[in-house]
């Protein structure tokens, strides 16, 4: 016990002693000591920043999913990745709308669905007034519901409107304002195009989307489904959907893949030619594709560190031959090969550590850097505090493996050979 | 308890204490199937408080009597026995506690550490000592003030002269207060004047009760001395008092005279 109290203490001392002292080496060789860590550096800096982009992006998307709600799922015509149907054009892919028709009755798991179409980019006018390519998208009155975007003023979208195909829209408040509308537009005739369109609500300005959006710049505006195919005869449709719970959101997945299946006249055997994803399966997806990016930079950054640990092992080789009559000298005077092996280990874990914390320092101005590029949506991009532990972690033990070898010279050198080098 | 032996260094040890014993030591190199004998059986006692110093040709094995009496170096055969202890079945650890505590080095060329003050290089034997840590400080404070440089305590070696520098040594040297000095031609790199100055101190050490082996090939170092040692081939060629302590023995021998008188 006694024994064991003082190796404690021993140690102690010695960590104190070796750790200003190798501080002080640092300092001594200011530009070396640079040279050497700027492996560790880049790769812990890398690190860092992957791994903060990375949990900006992730907060996103959950603060997305929040808002969209986690049992909404989309389905969309996708290319089989095997088949025929591998390069088969879009067009002959497309979904036509009474492929749909039905659905709810045939898939006891889903609450509503909507069909939507995009009808392009049109350009829109209101007197003397116009705005050019504004995305025009034809949606049912279910979309509403499905994806919360509350209309502020007016009236949403109504079956009514669906049945009679009426020429009305949804604006959103960027377009009333570039298009110089009233405060209250409710009933302005506006140009689609050629068509005349009457205003009934203005909706809230879309959150800032990561799935389906497009961006910020551009205005929409919301005509009812059937309308849509007035402006053109041919549409792309999309389907959102919205299961009971989010319990049974893969039931609902299974339903509509047999649903759709039976409708687009699959043939057993054949691959589907569309996709049913619920958000939880992007959730997935996105931690799936974390997975790669992160081990695709990890690999990288183990390559940095790699280089930069033979780095360190090349200059505390150095060191220890530079420092030979100091070994021996401090075997002369009573160190133990222990004693020795431990300063030198030290001095290259602590040059690891001056090297981490310099990596961190910039990796916070990478990730400050990321977090402002604009229309990047990685403005959340933060640095976990498990991450800077890793990269402590990493670094010192890039110290110890590195600094073994050299460590162990030193400590084996012999005190008289060593005092009598030059 | 080594503490309090630093502390009182002026009590001149009395008594024939033996502090070195040395039965038939060799030491063997291999150099390919040649086996070169630097020590062919060396037989010696040292007894507390001698001053002694060892001369012989380069080659003569002095170098290598000075390593093994150290314990810097293993006798290939014999009996090392320091302070009543045999040293040659003690582990590597066990003999570096030995160098630690019981002897102190002084080399030619100082081999202070650059990058420290000179307290800091008479502090740094203590870091691997096991009761020196505490009174570091003032144990450095003090054994500075020992060789005469309590005003140098912050300076770098290369704000030192060179006699300060090998004072600096001595201190570090004394630190740990060891039961021998060893010094390794400890004026080899001193100018004359200096090199006087630095032998007065050893004087003093010596009669402030130190036990002093110095390895020397200069004859006035030498005369410093009680005792020379002659080396040749690794062997005692002669071992005898110098001029210097036959001086010493007559005018003490005067002295009782006269006080009997």
Known sequence: ?422 | MIAAEADKPTIKPQGDKSVIKLKDITRIYKVGVERIHALDGISLELKENEYVAVMGASGSGKSTLMNVLGCLDRATSGYYGLDGQDTTKLSDAALARVRNERIGFVFQSFELLSQLTAIKNVEMPLIYSRNGWRSRRKRAQSVLERVGLSDRIKHKPNQLSGGEKQRVAIARALVCGPSILLADEPTGNLDSKTSESIMELFDKLHQEGQTIIIVTHEEFVAHHAERIIHMKDGRIFSDMPSNRKKANETEMYHEEQGRAS
């Open chain 1, 1 to 422: 016990m006694r024994f064991i109290m003082r190796a404690i203490i021993g140690f102690f001392r010695l960590f104190y002693q070796s750790v200003f002292l190798s501080l002080s080496q640092i300092w001594a060789n200011k530009t070396r000591s640079i040279l050497t860590t700027i492996g560790i550096v880049i790769g812990v800096a890398s690190v860092t920043a992957v791994i903060a982009a990375l949990s900006g992006l992730k907060a996103k998307i959950l603060t997305q999913v929040e808002t969209l709600g986690s049992n909404t799922i989309f389905i969309q015509p996708k290319r089989p990745d095997t088949g025929p149907l591998q390069h088969a054009p879009w067009w002959s892919i497309r979904f036509l709308p009474e492929q749909f028709d039905g659905m709810l009755e045939h898939c006891p798991s889903v609450k509503r669905f909507g069909r939507q179409t995009w009808a392009g980019s049109q350009t829109v006018s209101f007197r003397e007034k116009s705005v050019e390519n504004v995305s025009i998208r034809g949606i049912e009155p279910d979309c509403h519901k499905i994806e919360s975007r509350p209309v502020m003023l007016g009236r949403p979208l109504s079956v009514i409107d669906e049945m009679q195909v009426r020429q009305v829209c949804l604006i959103d408040p960027k377009l009333r304002n570039d298009l110089r509308l009233d405060r209250d537009c409710i009933g302005q005739p506006i140009l689609i195009g050629h068509n005349t369109f009457y205003i009934i609500g203005v909706l809230e300005p879309r959150p800032e989307s990561l799935f389906g959006g497009g961006d910020q710049e551009r205005s929409e505006i919301f005509i009812p489904f059937k309308t849509s195919f007035k402006l053109q005869r041919y549409l792309y449709i999309g389907v959102l959907a919205e299961s009971k719970s989010a319990e049974v959101s893969e039931d609902a997945r299974a339903e509509i893949s047999f649903f759709l299946r039976r409708t687009r006249n699959i043939k057993p055997g054949e691959p589907d030619n569309f996709e049913v994803m619920s958000l939880q399966n992007l959730l997935d997806m996105f931690n799936k594709m974390a997975l790669i990016v992160t081990m695709v930079a990890s690999g990288i950054v183990g390559i940095s560190l790699l280089v930069g640990g033979v780095g360190i092992m090349n200059i505390m080789l150095v060191t220890v031959s530079e420092r030979t009559r100091e070994i021996g000298l401090r075997k002369a005077v009573g160190a133990k090969k222990s004693a020795i092996l431990t300063q030198f280990l030290i001095e290259s874990v602590v040059l690891c550590f001056v090297g981490g914390l310099v990596g961190i320092g910039f990796g916070q101005l990478l990730t400050t850097g990321i977090a402002n590029i604009p229309k990047v949506e990685l403005d959340m991009a933060y640095i976990p505090l498990w991450a800077i532990g890793i990269s402590f972690g990493f670094s010192g033990a890039v110290g110890i493996f590195f600094g073994m070898f050299p460590a162990i010279k030193a400590a084996r050198l012999d005190p008289i050979e060593a005092l009598r080098h030059e």
